[in-house]
């Protein structure tokens, strides 16, 4: 098995999932040979660009596999998602039948598909947050209304607290908190509702946090904030233009005045880390 034939030069760093809190908290790196761990992600796609009809595939990845091919052996278990307890109700008795055999980690998912498998309300309402018990409010946007979920006087973020698993389960039976019903999930042996069920980096930060900061940079709406890099855009372009990536990045820069728009999750996050290096941030300085 890779995991346990692999070898680290730094006993301390984190090289793979096996390194990882939730990994080394259920012993699963003494499991005999013959188990495996499982990581299964669940996110809505369209079948066409201009298509209303989308699918919701749910993929498994084995852990155990080397890193290096792990990407090409995906387990496709299912296309479509009905209702959300009927769905994952054959997923949870596999695993219960061979759960000897395999052991579901972690579940990785957007915040539209993570609070139908947890049983919760969406962003959008009271207690809308999976991790914390914030209630949030609402303000007003454009002709709408957003939840918003602010930090209090005495710098508390989280309202009445983190979830945990267990109180989950309690707020599950008396439908409060946000949770409106058990999920089919929190039967799965050593699978925490919570701390197992983790919001992705492509989401969160790569089409989040990274395409924020572009947006601030160059869109022409903040061309009065100092840190506005609209007027330099050309400059910009050519520098970004002139680096030549690592082989793990899989795709070369394009430019940010004319690809912004299209630049896929990686792109982004590429870009976020070459705008914070130490000659891009000089070179800006420079310029401005």
Same mark, same amino acid.
């Given at each position: 098995?890779?995991?346990?034939?692999?070898?680290?030069? +730094?006993?301390?760093?984190?090289?793979?999932?096996?390194?990882?809190?939730?990994?080394?908290?259920?012993?699963?790196?003494?499991? /005999?040979?013959?188990? #495996?761990?499982?990581?299964?992600?669940?996110?809505?796609?369209?079948?066409?660009?201009?298509?209303?009809?989308?699918?919701? /595939?749910?993929? +498994?990845?084995? *852990?155990?596999?080397?890193?290096?091919?792990?990407? !090409?052996?995906? #387990?496709?278990?299912?296309?479509?998602?009905? &209702?959300?307890? $009927?769905?994952?109700?054959?997923?949870?008795?596999? %695993?219960? $039948?061979?759960?000897? @055999? +395999?052991?579901?980690?972690?579940?990785?998912?957007?915040?539209?598909?993570?609070?139908?498998?947890?049983?919760? @309300?969406?962003?959008?309402?009271?207690?809308?947050?999976?991790?914390?018990?914030?209630?949030? $409010?609402?303000?007003? @946007?454009?002709?709408?209304?957003?939840?918003?979920? /602010?930090?209090?006087?005495?710098? *508390?973020?989280?309202? $009445?607290?983190?979830?945990?698993?267990?109180?989950?389960?309690?707020? =599950? %039976?008396?439908?409060?908190?946000?949770? @409106?019903?058990?999920?089919?999930?929190? &039967?799965?042996?050593?699978?925490?509702? #919570?701390?197992?069920?983790?919001? &992705?980096?492509?989401?969160?930060?790569?089409?989040?946090?990274?395409?924020?900061?572009?947006?601030?940079?160059?869109?022409?709406?903040?061309?009065?904030?100092?840190?506005?890099?609209? !007027?330099?855009?050309? =400059?910009?372009?050519?520098?970004?233009?002139?680096?030549?990536?690592?082989?793990?990045?899989?795709?070369? /820069?394009?430019?940010?005045?004319?690809?912004?728009?299209?630049?896929?999750?990686?792109?982004?996050?590429?870009?976020?880390?070459?705008?914070?290096?130490?000659?891009?941030?000089?070179?800006?300085?420079? #310029?401005?």
């Amino acid at each position: 098995m890779y995991a346990k034939n692999r070898t680290k030069q +730094c006993s301390y760093a984190i090289k793979d999932i096996f390194d990882g809190h939730l990994y080394r908290k259920n012993n699963f790196d003494d499991l /005999p040979d013959d188990i #495996i761990t499982l990581n299964f992600s669940v996110d809505g796609t369209p079948l066409f660009k201009a298509s209303q009809t989308s699918i919701t /595939p749910v993929l +498994c990845t084995v *852990n155990e596999i080397n890193p290096k091919i792990r990407k !090409n052996h995906i #387990i496709l278990t299912s296309t479509d998602i009905p &209702d959300m307890d $009927e769905y994952l109700k054959p997923f949870k008795y596999n %695993n219960v $039948e061979y759960h000897k @055999k +395999c052991q579901i980690l972690i579940g990785i998912c957007d915040s539209v598909e993570r609070p139908k498998l947890r049983g919760s @309300k969406s962003f959008r309402g009271e207690y809308g947050c999976g991790f914390c018990k914030h209630k949030g $409010e609402e303000i007003a @946007k454009g002709r709408g209304y957003v939840r918003i979920f /602010p930090i209090d006087d005495d710098g *508390n973020a989280h309202g $009445e607290g983190l979830r945990s698993h267990t109180e989950t389960l309690i707020h =599950a %039976n008396n439908v409060e908190k946000g949770i @409106k019903h058990r999920s089919v999930l929190c &039967d799965i042996p050593k699978f925490d509702i #919570i701390k197992n069920l983790t919001p &992705d980096w492509m989401h969160c930060v790569a089409l989040g946090v990274c395409r924020q900061f572009l947006k601030l940079w160059i869109d022409s709406s903040y061309h009065e904030r100092e840190f506005y890099l609209g !007027n330099h855009i050309s =400059a910009t372009d050519k520098l970004l233009l002139s680096f030549k990536p690592s082989m793990d990045v899989s795709r070369t /820069p394009r430019t940010m005045s004319k690809d912004r728009l299209h630049l896929k999750a990686h792109e982004l996050l590429t870009y976020l880390e070459i705008m914070f290096t130490e000659q891009v941030c000089h070179t800006l300085e420079f #310029i401005s």
